[in-house]
Structure formats: C-alpha cells, structure tokens
C-alpha cells in the first residue's frame, strides 16, 4: 500500500504561480510513476503529467506543455507540479496518483492503484 498526501493548492490570480507537493508513504519502493490528474467541477478527472520514479522521465498532457512541470524527490518521496501562469480553467482538485506496475497505460486513471485525496486550486480572473 502507497498512501499519498497533497498540498499547495489554494486561491490564486491569473497568471501566478503555484506549486503543488504530494508526500509519498508506505511502500514507496514499489512505486514505479508517479503522476498528477485534476477534475474542474463537474467534469472527467484528466492526465496533467507523470515522472518515471527511476529515470526521472516525464511526460505531459498537451495542454499542460510549456505551464505545468513535474518533478520528483525520490529520497523524500515527493513529487512536484509547478504551474506558471495560471488561467481560470486551471482550475479544479490536483490529484496525486502513483503505480507501481510497470506498463501501466499512464494518461489514464485505471493505470494507478492509489490516489491521494486531492488539493483545490482555484484561480480568479
């Protein structure tokens, strides 16, 4: 079992920054990615991003090139999602997913065994 903890989120304006972290407990040294999704208010929890948690390789959604970077800590067990110049439609619960199957289809969520319970982020205009 991998427990997984968020924090960073909160009210932002446009075009500001902010970092998102999830701590990783538990059987960390089975994790083989770690990754973010997020779900705007009423929608489809969506891919953001994942890192390989041995070679450190990442990849992003489309949307998220070029504002979202992901990074990972693996002698802390934490992974990072910094955002820069935050829009309205940013906005949603940050979630925080690991797996520790290797394969797993990454941009989507059936590909994580364990979540963490999410961080709001809501940016005003």
């Known amino acids: 079992q991998v427990q997984l903890v968020e924090s960073g989120g909160g009210l932002v304006q446009a075009g500001g920054t902010l970092t998102l972290s999830c701590a990783a407990s538990g059987r960390t040294s089975s994790i083989r990615a770690m990754a973010w999704f ?8 969506e891919f953001v991003a994942v890192i390989g948690w041995t070679a450190s390789s990442t990849y ?10 992901i990074s990972g800590d ?4 934490m ?3 910094r955002i ?9 619960i940050y ?3 690991s797996t520790d199957v290797m ?4 941009e989507d969520t059936g590909g994580y065994a364990y979540w963490g319970q999410g961080t709001q982020v809501t940016v005003s205009s």
């Open 74 to 77: 693996n002698a802390k067990n």
């Open 38 to 45: 997020r779900q705007p208010s009423g929608q489809e929890r």
């Open 60 to 69: 992003y959604a489309d949307f998220a090139k070029g504002r979202f970077t």
């Open 103 to 106: 394969g797993s289809p990454l």
């Open 84 to 92: 820069e110049n935050l829009k309205p439609e940013d906005t949603a």
């Open 95 to 97: 979630y925080c997913a």
């Open 79 to 81: 992974v990072h999602l």
